[in-house]
């Protein structure tokens, strides 16, 4: 594995970073957006005086801190795989370009001794059969990190989704909410365990849980930002009408994510993009105000 010389100078320092995934720009948005995204995830945690750290596999090198001539590659979408967490090492093997989803980035970031990772919406329980759940939650359900998202990606069950997060033992803690964000919008159905407020409350619970030998991941869910939400009836016309779409279309396996995002983005006029960049946004800025109470706590002690 490859930690880029910037990320391994700051973490045997001690300073703050925080991990961002690739396959939310290689496959869960379209272009030109998710070059929009990266910008504004990087800008939003160097602003909060984290470092950043894209993982993916370059060429058969799993990566910690993508540089930014292959980020350049990975932002054409073109010949870069979708790699979840057990295909990092055939993807490796085999030479290829892979796009770390949730499940893949935890690893390589927990590898790499990276404390925080922030995506977009986790993977979890699809709808309808056939049966189909992310890895995402087999990782977060043994990885020791906090990751930042807006709940899990509204295309799912997410009530199916929340009932997994707590029989795999892994933490949810509302930021600013007693919800479960339902990613486009706030939520206001499924309840998360606690409610926090600030980023030192979550940084100690998570060395609380560290201190109680837990090795699951803590998940911090963050509405998206207010003015950008999308509508309970957009919503879920938006998703029914991908599901259609996906049932026509026959797609199966690691396809029905990106197909159904894209999907729903048609069935919005583009709106859910829009969303989905600001929140990745508001997603990697609370990662990295996180991240610096931990470390501004280690250096306490
Ligand atoms: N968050 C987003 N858009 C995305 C994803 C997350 O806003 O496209 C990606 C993440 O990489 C996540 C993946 O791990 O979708 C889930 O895919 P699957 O359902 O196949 O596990
Ligand atoms: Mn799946």
Known sequence: MLVAAEIEDAISAGRPVVALESSVLAQGLPVPANREACERMIHAVVSEGAVPAITAIVRGQPVVGLSDSDLERFLTREG??????????????????????????????????????????????????????????TELSRIPIICVCAGAKAILDLRATAERLETLSIPVVGFGTDWLPEFYSEGDSIPVGFRVDSPEQVARI??????????????????PPEGCRLSKEVISAAVRSALGELQATGVTGKGVTPALLAAVERATGGDSVTTNIALLESNARLAARIVVALSSSKKKR
Do not use: C, W, Y
């Not at 998570?206 to 509405?223: D, K, R, T």
């Open 80 to 137: 870069v795989s979708k790699v979840a967490a057990r295909d990092l090492a055939a993807a490796a093997t085999l030479g290829m370009d892979g796009a770390t989803t949730v499940s893949a980035s935890l690893v390589l970031a927990a590898r790499a001794g990276v404390k925080v990772f922030a995506t977009g919406g986790i993977g979890g329980v699809h709808r309808d059969a056939p049966f189909d759940e992310s890895a995402d939650l």
């Open 206 to 223: 998570f060395e609380q849980h560290l201190a109680l030998g837990m090795s699951s991941a803590i998940l911090v869910a963050n509405p």
